[in-house]
């Protein structure tokens, strides 16, 4: 499970939540406490649930084509920054941050 944090300013609600998976990849369903959304192109299965001020998301993923793959990518990483603020480049670098430190 990866924790992405939410930049101040953006709202960590489970509305915005659904509205933001509904755009990026369709249908979700919600199960056990995780909105989860499945069989989105390299997508078999994404849970996502809010705790605190944190994006809490696990996924499978399967191999496909990469026309699929870099679409795929594109909504991920779109959803990702649209919902937490912060922007690819953004989160690697705290990613980073955090197994530095």
Not at 12 to 30: D, P
Not at 36 to 64: C, D, H, M, Q, Y
Not at 80 to 86: A, D, I, R, S, V
Request: charged share 40%; glycine share 6%; no cysteine.
């Amino acid at each position: 499970m990866r924790e992405y944090k939410i930049k101040k300013g953006y709202e960590a609600t489970s509305e915005r939540l659904e509205e933001l998976l509904r755009k990026h990849f369709g249908n979700f369903s919600f199960e056990n406490g995780y909105y989860v959304v499945r069989n989105f192109g390299g997508i078999e299965e994404l849970k996502a649930k809010i705790e605190k001020k944190s994006l809490l998301i696990e996924t499978k993923t399967r191999v496909i084509d990469n026309e699929t793959s870099v679409k795929t990518l594109k909504a991920y990483n779109s959803f990702l920054e649209e919902f937490t603020g912060y922007t690819a480049k953004e989160r690697q670098k705290m990613l980073k941050k955090e197994v530095e430190g």
